[in-house]
Protein backbone atom coordinates (compact mmCIF):
# COMPACT_ATOMS: atom_id res chain seq x y z
CA UNK A 1 0.00 0.00 0.00
CA UNK A 2 1.85 3.47 -1.25
CA UNK A 3 1.37 5.79 1.90
CA UNK A 4 1.15 9.13 1.73
CA UNK A 5 4.25 11.63 2.50
CA UNK A 6 2.92 13.48 5.81
CA UNK A 7 2.34 16.87 4.60
CA UNK A 8 0.99 19.74 6.98
CA UNK A 9 -2.76 19.41 5.83
CA UNK A 10 -2.57 15.77 6.65
CA UNK A 11 -1.17 16.56 9.64
CA UNK A 12 -4.28 18.28 10.65
CA UNK A 13 -6.44 16.08 9.34
CA UNK A 14 -4.49 13.52 11.30
CA UNK A 15 -4.95 15.94 14.35
CA UNK A 16 -8.30 16.15 14.27
CA UNK A 17 -9.74 12.31 13.28
CA UNK A 18 -7.44 11.07 16.43
CA UNK A 19 -9.18 13.93 18.94
CA UNK A 20 -12.75 14.01 17.74
CA UNK A 21 -15.02 12.51 20.34
CA UNK A 22 -15.45 8.65 18.99
CA UNK A 23 -18.78 9.77 18.64
CA UNK A 24 -18.53 12.19 15.95
CA UNK A 25 -18.24 10.85 12.66
CA UNK A 26 -18.26 13.91 10.43
CA UNK A 27 -15.77 16.78 9.09
CA UNK A 28 -19.01 19.61 10.49
CA UNK A 29 -19.77 18.12 13.51
CA UNK A 30 -22.13 21.51 14.72
CA UNK A 31 -23.93 21.46 11.48
CA UNK A 32 -27.42 23.05 11.27
CA UNK A 33 -30.11 20.36 11.56
CA UNK A 34 -31.56 21.30 8.12
CA UNK A 35 -27.78 20.85 6.61
CA UNK A 36 -27.52 17.64 7.99
CA UNK A 37 -31.27 16.24 6.99
CA UNK A 38 -30.24 17.24 3.44
CA UNK A 39 -26.99 15.40 3.34
CA UNK A 40 -28.74 12.40 4.71
CA UNK A 41 -31.84 12.52 2.52
CA UNK A 42 -29.53 12.58 -0.47
CA UNK A 43 -26.87 9.52 0.57
CA UNK A 44 -30.31 7.74 1.66
CA UNK A 45 -31.50 7.87 -1.97
CA UNK A 46 -28.73 6.97 -3.43
CA UNK A 47 -28.00 4.13 -1.01
CA UNK A 48 -31.41 3.02 -1.75
CA UNK A 49 -30.68 2.23 -5.15
CA UNK A 50 -27.77 0.42 -5.65
CA UNK A 51 -27.75 -3.04 -6.27
CA UNK A 52 -27.47 -5.64 -3.97
CA UNK A 53 -23.98 -6.44 -2.39
CA UNK A 54 -21.71 -3.86 -4.31
CA UNK A 55 -18.51 -2.55 -3.29
CA UNK A 56 -18.45 0.50 -2.25
CA UNK A 57 -14.65 3.05 -1.94
CA UNK A 58 -15.38 6.18 -0.20
CA UNK A 59 -12.56 8.63 -0.75
CA UNK A 60 -11.73 11.00 1.89
CA UNK A 61 -13.54 9.04 4.52
CA UNK A 62 -12.02 10.93 7.78
CA UNK A 63 -14.70 9.16 10.48
CA UNK A 64 -16.64 7.52 8.08
CA UNK A 65 -19.73 9.86 8.19
CA UNK A 66 -20.78 8.06 4.23
CA UNK A 67 -19.99 4.52 5.09
CA UNK A 68 -21.88 4.75 8.54
CA UNK A 69 -24.79 6.22 7.00
CA UNK A 70 -24.35 2.99 4.11
CA UNK A 71 -24.05 0.69 6.50
CA UNK A 72 -27.41 1.61 8.36
CA UNK A 73 -29.33 1.55 5.16
CA UNK A 74 -27.88 -1.06 3.41
CA UNK A 75 -25.77 -4.01 5.49
CA UNK A 76 -25.27 -5.93 2.35
CA UNK A 77 -22.74 -3.07 0.73
CA UNK A 78 -18.81 -4.01 0.85
CA UNK A 79 -17.26 -0.51 2.77
CA UNK A 80 -14.13 0.62 2.47
CA UNK A 81 -12.78 3.78 3.10
CA UNK A 82 -9.47 5.41 2.53
CA UNK A 83 -8.01 8.63 3.79
CA UNK A 84 -4.42 10.22 3.61
CA UNK A 85 -4.76 10.94 7.61
CA UNK A 86 -2.72 8.84 8.93
CA UNK A 87 -4.95 7.88 11.93
CA UNK A 88 -8.58 7.16 11.04
CA UNK A 89 -11.28 5.95 13.80
CA UNK A 90 -11.98 2.22 13.72
CA UNK A 91 -15.54 1.23 12.43
CA UNK A 92 -15.39 -2.68 13.17
CA UNK A 93 -14.71 -5.42 10.89
CA UNK A 94 -17.32 -5.11 8.64
CA UNK A 95 -16.42 -1.81 7.44
CA UNK A 96 -12.15 -1.42 6.06
CA UNK A 97 -10.37 2.16 6.81
CA UNK A 98 -7.54 2.54 5.03
CA UNK A 99 -5.43 5.68 6.74
CA UNK A 100 -2.56 6.92 4.74
CA UNK A 101 -4.17 6.38 0.96
CA UNK A 102 -3.99 9.80 -0.84
CA UNK A 103 -6.76 9.61 -3.21
CA UNK A 104 -4.88 10.16 -6.43
CA UNK A 105 -2.85 7.63 -5.87
CA UNK A 106 -5.23 4.79 -4.86
CA UNK A 107 -4.07 0.83 -4.22
CA UNK A 108 -6.57 -0.69 -6.12
CA UNK A 109 -6.87 -2.71 -9.32
CA UNK A 110 -8.61 -1.15 -12.13
CA UNK A 111 -12.38 -1.46 -12.09
CA UNK A 112 -12.62 -2.76 -8.53
CA UNK A 113 -15.55 -1.12 -7.33
CA UNK A 114 -18.89 -0.74 -8.62
CA UNK A 115 -19.72 2.39 -6.29
CA UNK A 116 -17.51 5.50 -5.56
CA UNK A 117 -18.40 8.58 -2.92
CA UNK A 118 -17.44 11.02 -1.62
CA UNK A 119 -18.03 14.13 0.68
CA UNK A 120 -16.64 17.42 1.17
CA UNK A 121 -12.83 15.43 0.35
CA UNK A 122 -12.69 15.02 -3.26
CA UNK A 123 -11.92 18.67 -4.07
CA UNK A 124 -9.15 19.08 -1.52
CA UNK A 125 -7.03 16.52 -3.86
CA UNK A 126 -5.25 17.61 -7.64
CA UNK A 127 -8.69 17.75 -9.46
CA UNK A 128 -7.65 15.96 -12.60
CA UNK A 129 -5.61 12.96 -10.58
CA UNK A 130 -8.39 12.53 -8.45
CA UNK A 131 -10.97 12.22 -11.69
CA UNK A 132 -8.55 9.87 -13.44
CA UNK A 133 -8.10 7.17 -9.97
CA UNK A 134 -11.96 7.34 -9.96
CA UNK A 135 -12.57 6.50 -13.52
CA UNK A 136 -9.66 3.57 -13.21
CA UNK A 137 -11.29 2.26 -10.48
CA UNK A 138 -14.92 2.22 -11.01
CA UNK A 139 -16.33 -1.20 -12.72
CA UNK A 140 -17.71 -0.14 -16.19
CA UNK A 141 -20.62 0.56 -15.47
CA UNK A 142 -19.82 1.86 -11.84
CA UNK A 143 -21.58 4.56 -10.18
CA UNK A 144 -20.44 7.77 -7.92
CA UNK A 145 -21.56 10.19 -6.34
CA UNK A 146 -19.38 13.30 -5.34
CA UNK A 147 -20.76 16.13 -3.18
CA UNK A 148 -18.21 18.77 -2.70
CA UNK A 149 -18.01 22.29 -0.82
CA UNK A 150 -19.43 25.01 -2.73
CA UNK A 151 -17.50 28.58 -2.65
CA UNK A 152 -20.39 30.60 -1.93
CA UNK A 153 -21.98 27.83 0.65
CA UNK A 154 -22.77 28.61 4.25
CA UNK A 155 -20.41 25.86 5.30
CA UNK A 156 -17.42 27.68 3.41
CA UNK A 157 -18.84 31.49 4.46
CA UNK A 158 -18.93 30.75 8.13
CA UNK A 159 -15.62 28.59 8.73
CA UNK A 160 -13.75 31.74 6.84
CA UNK A 161 -15.21 34.79 9.08
CA UNK A 162 -13.98 31.75 11.88
CA UNK A 163 -10.31 31.65 10.24
CA UNK A 164 -9.88 35.42 10.62
CA UNK A 165 -10.53 34.85 14.15
CA UNK A 166 -8.49 32.44 14.64
CA UNK A 167 -5.62 34.20 12.68
CA UNK A 168 -6.17 37.09 15.24
CA UNK A 169 -5.69 34.56 18.38
CA UNK A 170 -2.55 33.15 16.48
CA UNK A 171 -0.77 36.14 15.90
CA UNK A 172 2.62 36.82 16.55
CA UNK A 173 1.56 39.69 18.73
CA UNK A 174 -2.32 37.77 19.85
CA UNK A 175 -3.40 36.86 22.67
CA UNK A 176 -2.46 33.20 23.16
CA UNK A 177 1.31 33.93 22.35
CA UNK A 178 1.64 37.12 24.69
CA UNK A 179 0.02 34.74 27.11
CA UNK A 180 2.36 31.95 26.82
CA UNK A 181 5.11 34.50 26.81
CA UNK A 182 3.98 35.24 30.62
CA UNK A 183 3.90 32.14 31.48
CA UNK A 184 7.33 31.48 30.23
CA UNK A 185 8.76 34.46 31.66
CA UNK A 186 7.29 32.51 34.94
CA UNK A 187 5.95 36.12 36.02
CA UNK A 188 3.26 36.14 38.71
CA UNK A 189 0.47 37.68 36.23
CA UNK A 190 1.23 41.56 37.52
CA UNK A 191 -1.92 44.03 37.73
CA UNK A 192 -0.45 45.50 34.50
CA UNK A 193 0.27 42.56 32.40
CA UNK A 194 -3.59 41.71 33.55
CA UNK A 195 -4.41 44.75 32.22
CA UNK A 196 -2.87 44.68 28.71
CA UNK A 197 -4.14 41.10 28.37
CA UNK A 198 -7.12 42.02 28.84
CA UNK A 199 -6.78 45.09 26.52
CA UNK A 200 -5.45 42.35 24.07
CA UNK A 201 -8.58 40.28 24.60
CA UNK A 202 -10.77 43.51 24.28
CA UNK A 203 -9.58 43.92 20.58
CA UNK A 204 -9.68 41.05 19.23
CA UNK A 205 -13.64 40.74 20.10
CA UNK A 206 -14.35 44.16 18.81
CA UNK A 207 -12.61 43.12 15.59
CA UNK A 208 -14.83 39.49 15.33
CA UNK A 209 -17.44 40.43 17.73
CA UNK A 210 -19.81 36.96 16.23
CA UNK A 211 -17.20 34.41 16.43
CA UNK A 212 -17.63 32.92 20.27
CA UNK A 213 -14.12 31.41 19.73
CA UNK A 214 -12.90 34.20 20.79
CA UNK A 215 -14.47 33.93 24.50
CA UNK A 216 -14.18 30.24 24.31
CA UNK A 217 -10.29 30.70 24.24
CA UNK A 218 -10.47 33.44 26.43
CA UNK A 219 -12.31 31.31 29.57
CA UNK A 220 -10.01 28.39 28.63
CA UNK A 221 -6.87 30.84 29.21
CA UNK A 222 -8.53 31.97 32.31
CA UNK A 223 -8.91 28.26 33.66
CA UNK A 224 -5.47 26.44 32.16
CA UNK A 225 -3.84 29.62 33.72
CA UNK A 226 -4.97 29.27 37.29
CA UNK A 227 -4.91 25.33 37.06
CA UNK A 228 -1.55 23.05 37.42
CA UNK A 229 0.52 22.37 34.47
CA UNK A 230 -0.38 25.34 32.69
CA UNK A 231 2.54 25.42 30.07
CA UNK A 232 2.16 22.46 28.55
CA UNK A 233 -1.96 22.70 28.31
CA UNK A 234 -1.35 26.23 26.63
CA UNK A 235 0.82 24.79 24.00
CA UNK A 236 -1.24 22.12 23.14
CA UNK A 237 -4.37 24.98 23.35
CA UNK A 238 -2.16 26.87 20.98
CA UNK A 239 -1.44 23.37 18.45
CA UNK A 240 -5.21 22.66 18.34
CA UNK A 241 -6.18 25.94 17.05
CA UNK A 242 -3.40 25.98 14.64
CA UNK A 243 -4.48 22.54 13.20
CA UNK A 244 -7.74 23.74 12.56
CA UNK A 245 -6.46 27.20 10.99
CA UNK A 246 -5.09 24.75 8.49
CA UNK A 247 -7.91 22.50 7.96
CA UNK A 248 -10.12 25.88 7.29
CA UNK A 249 -7.26 27.56 4.94
CA UNK A 250 -7.64 24.43 2.88
CA UNK A 251 -11.09 24.43 3.05
CA UNK A 252 -11.25 27.91 1.54
CA UNK A 253 -8.91 27.11 -1.39
CA UNK A 254 -10.29 24.11 -2.41
CA UNK A 255 -14.34 24.96 -2.18
CA UNK A 256 -15.23 24.70 -6.12
CA UNK A 257 -16.61 27.72 -8.11
CA UNK A 258 -18.85 26.64 -10.95
CA UNK A 259 -16.17 26.70 -14.10
CA UNK A 260 -14.36 24.25 -10.96
CA UNK A 261 -16.95 21.62 -10.66
CA UNK A 262 -18.09 21.67 -14.35
CA UNK A 263 -14.31 21.29 -15.20
CA UNK A 264 -14.33 18.25 -12.56
CA UNK A 265 -17.73 16.65 -14.36
CA UNK A 266 -16.01 17.33 -17.54
CA UNK A 267 -12.69 15.45 -15.98
CA UNK A 268 -15.03 12.37 -14.76
CA UNK A 269 -16.61 12.15 -17.99
CA UNK A 270 -16.64 7.90 -18.77
CA UNK A 271 -18.75 7.63 -21.50
CA UNK A 272 -21.79 8.62 -23.01
CA UNK A 273 -23.38 8.52 -19.82
CA UNK A 274 -24.01 11.57 -18.85
CA UNK A 275 -22.87 13.13 -15.41
CA UNK A 276 -24.85 15.61 -13.37
CA UNK A 277 -23.96 18.70 -11.91
CA UNK A 278 -25.78 21.04 -10.16
CA UNK A 279 -25.76 23.57 -6.79
CA UNK A 280 -28.05 22.07 -3.79
CA UNK A 281 -29.19 24.10 -1.83
CA UNK A 282 -30.58 23.41 1.86
CA UNK A 283 -34.63 23.98 1.24
CA UNK A 284 -35.98 27.46 2.01
CA UNK A 285 -33.11 29.04 1.54
CA UNK A 286 -31.31 30.49 -1.56
CA UNK A 287 -27.39 29.70 -0.54
CA UNK A 288 -25.74 26.82 -2.18
CA UNK A 289 -24.65 24.38 0.55
CA UNK A 290 -22.59 21.68 -1.88
CA UNK A 291 -22.20 20.79 -5.23
CA UNK A 292 -23.59 17.24 -6.58
CA UNK A 293 -21.53 15.60 -9.51
CA UNK A 294 -23.42 11.98 -9.99
CA UNK A 295 -23.30 9.95 -13.30
CA UNK A 296 -27.35 9.72 -12.68
CA UNK A 297 -28.00 6.90 -15.44
CA UNK A 298 -25.18 4.86 -14.88
CA UNK A 299 -26.26 1.56 -12.94
CA UNK A 300 -23.68 -1.43 -11.70
CA UNK A 301 -23.58 -4.32 -12.66
CA UNK A 302 -23.60 -7.05 -9.58
CA UNK A 303 -22.33 -10.79 -11.39
C1 LIG B 1 -13.76 17.75 5.23
S1 LIG B 1 -13.18 16.15 5.63
C2 LIG B 1 -14.49 15.08 5.07
C3 LIG B 1 -14.52 13.78 5.80
C4 LIG B 1 -15.73 12.91 5.52
N1 LIG B 1 -15.86 12.57 4.12
C5 LIG B 1 -17.01 13.59 6.02
O1 LIG B 1 -17.91 13.86 5.21
O2 LIG B 1 -17.12 13.83 7.23
C6 LIG B 1 -11.98 15.97 4.34
C7 LIG B 1 -11.22 14.66 4.43
O3 LIG B 1 -10.50 14.49 3.20
C8 LIG B 1 -9.23 13.99 3.51
N2 LIG B 1 -8.33 14.33 2.39
C9 LIG B 1 -7.93 15.56 2.01
N3 LIG B 1 -7.12 15.48 0.93
C10 LIG B 1 -7.02 14.16 0.64
C11 LIG B 1 -6.32 13.42 -0.36
N4 LIG B 1 -5.57 14.05 -1.27
N5 LIG B 1 -6.42 12.07 -0.36
C12 LIG B 1 -7.18 11.43 0.56
N6 LIG B 1 -7.86 12.08 1.54
C13 LIG B 1 -7.79 13.42 1.57
C14 LIG B 1 -8.85 14.64 4.83
O4 LIG B 1 -7.84 13.93 5.51
C15 LIG B 1 -10.19 14.64 5.56
O5 LIG B 1 -10.37 13.50 6.36
Known amino acids: MKKNRINKKTEAWTHYWTTAPPASSSCIPCAPVPVVELLQGIWADFFYNLPRNATLLDLGTGGGA ?37 LEDLPF ?12 A ?8 AASEIKRVLSKKGVFLLICHHVDSIIVH ?12 LAGSGLLNKVIDVVRQKK ?21 PDQPIINEVAALTVSIM ?14 DIE ?13 LQLSQAQN ?8 EIPIQCKAIYVPGTETPLAWYIHNEHGSPTIP
Open 109 to 120: DNESFDVVTSQF
Open 122 to 129: VEYASLPQ
Open 264 to 271: LRHQLSLS
Open 66 to 102: VLRAAQTRRPDLQLTGVDSAEVLPDLGEEITMLPGVC
Open 188 to 208: ILQPKKQEYLARLLRTVQLKH
Open 158 to 169: DNVKRLAAIKSL
Open 243 to 255: MEERRISALKVSA
Open 226 to 239: TGPDCMRKLLSLHR
